[in-house]
Each structure stands twice: as C-alpha cells, then as structure tokens.
C-alpha cells in the first residue's frame, strides 16, 4: 500500500510552520471519519481509516503495536493511532490508523480570535435533564466522606452529567472551534465513538507523553473556580496554592504517578511544589514530571496505560474507588475520564486525560443529543457544596460552547 500523500514522515514537528496552518486544520474539521487533536506543541487532522485496533483478549498496547507493524509492512511509512480509550480498560478502545493524517504548529502559534459564544437556544432549543440532580450529587459526596472519615478509603472522584438534547442538528465544528480557541495552549480533541457518536473537548491535563527517550507527565488535582472578578480570581488562586485540602489531594495524585513512571525511568524530576494553571473557568494545581526512558521501546501509550486510571480521575486506593464510582455514579462514564490522543510506530505519542468533555449523538428525527461531564475529587474534609460547585464550573467550559445558558 502507498501511503497518503498528505501522510508526514515525521509525526512529531519541531520545525515552525506556515502562520495559518494549525487553524486551517481546525477549520478542515467535520464530524464523521475524521480525528482532529491539538496540543501545546502540534495540531492533527486525521482522515478516514486505514485499519482499526482490534478489541480482543491481548494486551492493547500489544494491539495497537500489532496494527502498526502490519501498517508498515504493507507500506505505509509513517503510520500513527488516532483515537480513545474509555475510563474502564475491559471496554472497547475506539482507535485507528487514519488513511491520511496532517499536521501543523500548535494553535497558539496561529493569531485564533476567540468566537463568540451562540446566542441561547441555538440548534432549536435545549432541554437540559441533570444526572443525577445536584442534591443527589451533594448526597452522594456527603456519604463519600462519612465513609472516608470512617477510614475506609482515602479519596474518590465522584462525576455527575448533564444530558442536553435539542430539535435541530448539532454544529459539533462550531463547537470544537469555540473549545480550541478558548484555550490554545490546552488540548482539544474531537475523535468518533462509534455508532455515530462523537467525543470533543478541551482537557487541561497532559497524561503522559513521549517524544524520543524522554517523557512528560502533568498531573492537575486541587481545583477552584475562575472569578470575572479580577481581584476575587487573584485571590482564589492564592488561596488554592495554600490550601490543606487541595495540596494534599494534589500531593497524592504527584506520588501516583510518580510511582506508576519511576520504573521506566533511568533519571524522573518531580518538582517539589505544585504550581497553578488556569483555564478559562477554573484554576488548578499543577505538576510537570519529566523523566528519561531506561528502555528506549517503551511506548507513550504503554506508560499512558501504566498510569491509567490516576487517583485525579478515580481515587485511591485505585480499585476501592472504582468500586465506589460504580456504587454512587448513576451511570456509565464510557469515554469520560478515559484518555485520548495518538501514538505512532516509533512509540512517540501524547496522550490526555478526557475531561471538560462531551460525546454528542444524533437522534433519529434530525435532532440532537450531548451528555457532558463533570467530576470532582473528594476527600475527607471535602464539603459536598463546593464540590457540588467546582462540576458547576467545570461544565461552563462545554456549555458555552454549545450555547447553553445555564
């Protein structure tokens, strides 16, 4: 097979591009068969699918390597995965080899002009169900820490969505626009699911990445909301960088990871200190792991798989957590929570943590469906308001794309 012409022998750019050509993929996108992902250092277009990565009883990372291989082999001389992976690994990944993938600079080295958001009721109108209500969310919080305080567990991450579904069609392209200009130099990603569904968002977290012999982890726990307040946000993110409950919870998720990375590592710097990150709707304690591989076949998505599902997104100890998730989450995460990014032959890759997230589904009569999702991580001395508050804020980031005034 020859590979696509639009298909880069090196899928990790270093060399600046053309001004324009990290938004002109942007505005390539349209739902269906085509995969867009952007980072702080490159932006992807993928279309169609060259072949897809089998759901069966071997390892992923043994199957995706495998669908490599056989991309190679046949001829195609750059082939990467494109896709994700849901938040319980016995469930199907949804990853491929796209026919043709091109790639640019990151967005932030484009002049984006954020758009607008949509008037209310766009697309016909929302109707907005909440699951589960954010009383029975505050309840389920409230009965987490009765259980932590007993000592049962140490933290667990509790999410809650909102379903939101509207008459006329979805403008996803729209969307993704407002989600990747809002935040440049975050990741935003926009890949199919499946029987028509479509996950898109804008995550501020880096799970992991590789890029030769060396690795990057940015783990982000510890969470409080923006202000428009100038003097209000200022303060709210000083108070953040002192407070007990936040660095500990932050503390635990660094060590995690720390712990999950160390054995691939020959050399891994883990900062003493977190420092902080802002998005557009919250702030967040933040930080950057750089380490050196031992074993230079390791993959970015082995080292993503190692460390999934980390204490940010599931709680620890990680299988206690997960069993309490199934007991008080009123519903399937799916993709949430999960992971999303690329992977090429030569085991370079990034991969994010997928979160300020939706998976959008069209419905039979010409309208449309969006479930969002939100979570927040609890601990013993959590108070189930502010964590009822902290969701709130995180779905501001995905309403405002859609148009939603809530």
């Not at 495998?66 to 750059?78: F, S």
């Not at 946000?233 to 960088?241: E, G, K, S, Y």
């Not at 710097?269 to 792991?289: G, N």
Request: with cysteine; net charge negative; charged share 20%.
């Amino acid at each position: 097979m020859t590979p696509p012409n639009d298909v880069v022998a090196d899928a990790a750019p270093t060399t600046p591009g053309a001004v324009g050509a990290a938004t002109a993929l942007l505005d390539a996108y349209r739902p269906g068969d085509t995969r867009f992902f952007a980072s702080p250092t490159r932006t992807l277009l993928a279309h169609g699918t060259a072949a897809d990565v089998p759901h069966d009883g071997r390892p992923l990372t043994e199957r995706v390597a495998a669908t490599l291989d056989a991309q190679v082999r046949a001829g195609n001389q750059a082939p990467i995965v494109v896709g994700s992976i849901p938040f319980d690994p016995t469930e199907p990944a949804v990853l491929a080899v796209p026919e043709a993938a091109r790639w640019a600079p990151a967005l932030r080295t484009d002049p984006l002009v954020a758009l607008p958001t949509p008037p209310p009721g766009t697309a016909g109108g929302w109707q907005v169900r909440e699951v589960p209500s954010g009383e029975e969310y505050a309840a389920s919080v409230e009965a987490a820490v009765a259980r932590m305080k007993s000592g049962e567990f140490d933290k667990v991450v509790l999410a809650r969505t909102l379903e939101l579904s509207t008459d006329g069609p979805l403008d996803l392209p729209a969307m993704l626009q407002r989600l990747a200009r809002r935040d440049p130099r975050g990741y935003s990603f926009a890949v199919p699911t499946g029987a028509g569904r479509t996950l898109l968002g804008a995550s501020p977290e880096l799970l992991v990445s590789r890029h030769g012999n060396r690795l990057t982890a940015n783990p982000l726990a510890g969470s409080t909301p923006r202000s428009a307040d100038l003097a209000e946000d200022v303060r709210r993110a000083a108070a953040l960088l002192e407070s007990a409950k936040d660095l500990h919870e932050h503390a635990v998720v660094v060590d995690a990871v720390h712990k999950a990375l160390a054995p691939f590592c020959t050399d891994l710097d883990v900062p003493e200190r977190p420092t902080l990150v802002r998005t557009a709707t919250m702030w967040h304690l933040s930080t950057t792991l750089t380490g050196e591989l031992a074993e230079p076949a390791t993959s970015a998505l082995e080292l993503a798989t190692a460390l999934h599902p980390t204490p940010a997104v599931c709680g620890t100890p990680t299988g206690h957590a997960r069993g309490v998730i199934g007991e008080l989450e009123p519903f399937g995460r799916g993709h949430y929570t999960g992971m999303v990014g690329w992977s090429d032959a030569r085991g370079d890759g990034e991969w994010v943590v997928t979160i300020r997230c939706a998976e959008s589904e069209e419905t039979a009569d010409g309208g449309g469906r969006l479930r969002l999702f939100a979570g927040a991580g609890v601990v013993a001395d959590s108070s189930p308001e502010a964590e009822r508050a902290e969701t709130g804020a995180k779905f501001r980031t995905f309403l405002d794309a859609a148009g939603v005034d809530r």
